[in-house]
């Protein structure tokens, strides 16, 4: 096959007007890459003349055309390759991108020959585009960006885009009829790596644009997205900066958005909440949040509310989520709808695999598994496991050490560790950035990080330290939670209410385990501290 060829022309009507008919690329399928000096907009085509007279007419910011041709092109190539090429423009961050989201109609469905355009063609384009300095990163570097991992417009699977169209009718629906003191609620509840954070990315990018859209029933809305988690609260606003209809006022954390509306005595029109397991279930003066629940405050102040959930990713008492109070809060909403994601997109683990973490969440400990296609694997000491990290680091980018809260670690400049269980060897706890996420920053392959700094991102290879909170008992063959020894006392915070107190300390616990293991990508490494524990993994 021939190669790729890019051709650039001036983003000018007299051009366009003096370019020659005969030219092979006016009625065949193209992709075409417009910018400035700080945006950008890409297409494809089968009328290139007729697309870039449209263009000089409504596109501003612009001055170049940059065609990209190759005779093997067809319109089911052009139209994925232009998909992928806007995902990794956004995490390449040199441009603004100009482009609307995708809508279901538009998913990318297989075609003759995808994975020679989607790998090989692809790879070459990205260099030419490198080399003519079009993008200032390589591939693999965007591809460990979380920007790029919950990009808008990420291609969607049928299940996710299904569920898009599905929240964009209840946001355009609901947005108009609700009149009651509290909003619609629609919950879409979804374990870890299903997917969550895409899909809501991809719909809210959706609803601003329709928001500047005067034919749209979601016009001169005012929407927002929350979520109460600083390293993914940074994604968002990376995202807002990179994408022409989001703005960064447009995201927030719960706390200042509450207290901002009812002190304007404001009503927003929708109300998305990412990782809403993290929201408050009670009142917290050190947070300034002084209501008794903030979905239930989030319902009163928007005519609708979407909320992505997972009941198992809680992680302190004062946002204890059970069925009984999300029940209560469905009742006070005058419409609601719920949905499910389930397939797992972020391990390319088999089902054996996802299994056996499932069952070290229920304190129990299975045979270790093997798929080929997975690395998963036991260590004898934490130093051997943190250099495999490193190793695969060099290799493959974003593979990092995480441990439970067990180790003292404040916020105070100092440096605390996570130590072996025999003392000879430590790691130094993650440091923090007011920039960029944890794992993105390349010294952070020397640190643990912690459940804050990496819950609901991922990882290609992780490695999980089970610190002293997580021992065996090798006459009842099952994990045990000595709660005492988890050093987040953050976490236990806020028991009043709390019928069971012992059994909600060690699901925080459980649950923080099962979002770690649940990080990477390719591979899953545990080093346990508690010796039994370690005896009983290492003996599978």
Known sequence: MSAIELLKFPFKQTYMNELNNSEQFLNYPVIYILNGNKEAYIGETVYFKKRMKAHLKT????????????????????????????NYFLGDEKYTLQNKSKTASDFTHNYYNKPYYDLQLFKELWEQLYEEKL?????????????????PYKELSLDQAELKENVLGFCEKQVQATTADYGSLLVIEGEAGVGKSVVLSSIFNTIQERAEEASSPLYKTENYLVVNHEEMFKTYKGIAKSVKHLKAKNFSKPTPLINNLQKTMKKADIIFVDEAHLLLTKSDTYNNFYG????????????????????????????????????????????????????????????????????FKKKEVLEIPKDKNYDFKVFETMEEMHEKIKSQNDQYGLSRVVSTFDYLHKKDGGTYYVKESNGEYQIPWNTTSTKYTWAEKPETVHEAGSIYTIQGFDLNYVGVVLGPSVKYDPTTEKIVIDTSKYMDKGAYTGVEGIEHVEVAKEKIVLNSINILMKRGIKGLYIYASDEALREKLMSY
């Open 59 to 86: 596109r501003t910011n612009i001055d170049q055309i940059n065609l990209i041709k190759h005779e093997q092109f067809n319109r089911s190539a052009t139209f994925h390759l232009e998909t992928k090429l806007i």
């Open 135 to 151: 993008v200032n990163h390589q591939l693999e570097q965007i591809e460990n960006k979380d920007i790029f991992k919950i990009s």
């Open 292 to 359: 008794n629940n903030q979905l239930e405050e989030l319902l009163k102040l928007a005519k609708v509310v979407v909320v992505v959930y997972d009941p198992d990713q809680v992680l302190k008492l004062k946002s204890l989520w059970g069925n009984a109070i999300l029940e209560k809060l469905k009742k006070l909403s005058p419409y609601q709808e719920e949905y499910q994601l389930s397939n797992q997109f972020r391990m390319q683990a088999n089902d054996e695999v996802i299994d056996w973490i499932n069952a």
